[in-house]
């Protein structure tokens, strides 16, 4: 599926990064940040232009193969790596900060990732996330028609329970990014910040 959406001329989601990553980058340590999902790199470049060292993975090699034109186009280094979440291990204390925007896994596999986003962080690391709830089945303006591959704030408390979050907010937000995310929508939004 990512395959097909991402083979156009155009960047399915946009070239500009998240808005909310945008107006919180700054709580985020510069040094090495792994982003989840990232599709066609709008984030990825933008961290990198901030001059942090970016990680990009994501199942779609077309979408990584954009990613790194934009990169290039930028110019910025970024690392792509293709890789199912499923299977993919980001190590044991590797990251200053790890970003999911838009990640849209089934419920079981998230938590699995979410433990994976815990053993990754360095101490004093952040983990940013934004995400669709359920509530935005009713509006249609992204995010797919899967209630399961949306989160809540509870549920994002119940798999991070080791993150102190500095935001957790759910709300409803105009999300502009390319043809597939244009809207009013309702969103998760949060800040965690691993203990030493």
């Given at each position: 599926?990512?395959d ?8 399915a989601?946009?070239t ?10 700054a709580i985020?340590?510069k040094?090495?940040?792994l982003?989840l999902?990232?599709g066609?790199g709008?984030?990825?470049v933008?961290?990198a232009k ?5 990680t990009?993975?994501?199942s779609?090699?077309?979408?990584l ?7 290039q186009e930028?110019?910025v280094?970024?690392?792509c790596?293709h890789?199912d979440?499923?299977d ?8 200053d900060?790890i970003v999911?925007i838009?990640?849209p896994?089934?419920?079981l596999?998230?938590?699995k990732?979410?433990?994976k ?9 952040i983990f940013?996330?934004e995400n669709?709830r359920p509530?935005?089945l009713?509006y249609?303006?992204g995010?797919?028609n899967?209630a399961?591959?949306m989160l809540t704030?509870?549920a994002?408390?119940?798999?991070l329970p080791?993150?102190s ?8 937000r105009?999300?502009?990014e390319?043809?597939y995310?244009t809207g009013?929508?309702?969103v998760?939004?949060?800040?965690g910040?691993?203990?030493a």
């Amino acid at each position: 599926m990512w395959d097909q959406r991402y083979a156009t001329k155009e960047y399915a989601y946009g070239t500009s990064a998240n808005e909310f990553l945008q107006e919180n980058v700054a709580i985020m340590p510069k040094g090495k940040v792994l982003s989840l999902a990232e599709g066609e790199g709008r984030n990825a470049v933008f961290l990198a232009k901030l001059g942090y060292q970016v990680t990009a993975v994501d199942s779609s090699q077309v979408g990584l193969d954009k990613a790194k034109k934009l990169a290039q186009e930028n110019g910025v280094s970024i690392t792509c790596i293709h890789a199912d979440l499923t299977d993919y291990d980001p190590g044991l204390c590797q990251w200053d900060a790890i970003v999911a925007i838009f990640c849209p896994l089934p419920a079981l596999l998230r938590q699995k990732v979410h433990e994976k986003v815990m053993a990754g962080l360095k101490p004093q690391g952040i983990f940013l996330l934004e995400n669709y709830r359920p509530e935005q089945l009713r509006y249609g303006t992204g995010g797919g028609n899967s209630a399961d591959t949306m989160l809540t704030a509870q549920a994002i408390r119940c798999e991070l329970p080791e993150l102190s979050f500095l935001h957790l907010k759910e709300l409803q937000r105009s999300v502009v990014e390319g043809e597939y995310h244009t809207g009013l929508a309702a969103v998760v939004q949060a800040i965690g910040l691993k203990g030493a």
